[in-house]
């Protein structure tokens, strides 16, 4: 199974703040890859696909970049709401695989 | 608008069989396209994705969880069904399902149902 490495694990930020976010994946993936957002206790949220396509009604200030093993995913301006956990996905083959995730916390 | 929600018990003991219902609205199973995914995690550990079933009946497994489960469809109900057996404590997660949908080149979980939490204890 393709194995996707995220970090940091977890990170202190100021709103206002850019954060980047990186997942590796153990071989290329093309550009099959997703971000999610979790806030606690409540499901997952698609937040980008296709390594960089913004998903209807997420905010401007999310990005995703990288293809092949590289991947980002940028909030350029944190916003309260937007303390959670993020998650990548690879959609290249089976089984889907999930990064560890990264915990974003307020500084 | 698209709507799931997982049912199921919340207890069940060791090695016991497993059994998960998604309902679900606003897209049907038996239009070309449309996909169910299930997705676990437990209690403060990552997500783990689990099995796929698309509209043509194509269903794909987790590698390492293969021969213990099993998912299907009841187009007419609108309900995925998730299987699996010999349950174990480390089996304990809340359980999602999520409508799965793919561009030309990417597949992605664009809705998810609530979660509901299983815990495996005798």
């Known amino acids: 199974a393709i194995q996707m490495t995220q970090s940091p694990s977890s990170l202190s930020a100021s709103v206002g703040d850019r954060v980047t976010i990186t997942c590796r994946a153990s071989q290329g993936i093309g550009n099959d890859l997703g971000w999610y957002q979790q806030k606690p206790g409540k499901a997952p949220k698609l937040l980008i696909y296709a390594a960089s396509s913004l998903q209807s009604g997420v905010p401007s200030r999310f990005s995703g970049s990288g293809s092949g093993t590289d991947f980002t995913l940028t909030i350029s301006s944190l916003q309260p709401e937007d303390f959670a956990s993020y998650y990548c996905l690879q959609d290249y083959n089976y089984p889907w695989t999930f990064g560890q995730g990264t915990n974003v916390e307020i500084k | 608008q698209v709507t799931l929600k997982e049912s199921g018990p919340a207890l069940v003991k060791p090695t016991q069989t497993l059994t998960l219902t998604c309902t679900f609205s606003?897209?049907?199973?038996?239009?070309?396209?449309?996909?169910v995914s299930w997705i676990r995690q437990p209690p403060g550990k990552a997500l783990e994705w689990l099995a796929r079933?698309?509209?043509?009946?194509?269903?794909f497994y987790s590698t390492s969880l293969k021969t213990r489960l099993t998912i299907s469809k009841d187009t007419s109900k609108n309900q995925v069904v998730l299987t699996m057996t010999n349950m174990d404590p480390v089996d304990t997660a809340t359980y999602y399902c999520?409508?799965?949908?793919?561009?030309?080149?990417?597949?992605?979980?664009?809705?998810w149902g609530q979660g509901t939490l299983v815990t495996v204890s005798s």
């Open positions: 606003g897209f049907s199973l038996s239009t070309s396209g449309m996909r």
């Open positions: 079933i698309d509209w043509d009946d194509d269903k």
């Open positions: 999520a409508r799965t949908s793919c561009s030309s080149t990417s597949c992605y979980l664009d809705y």
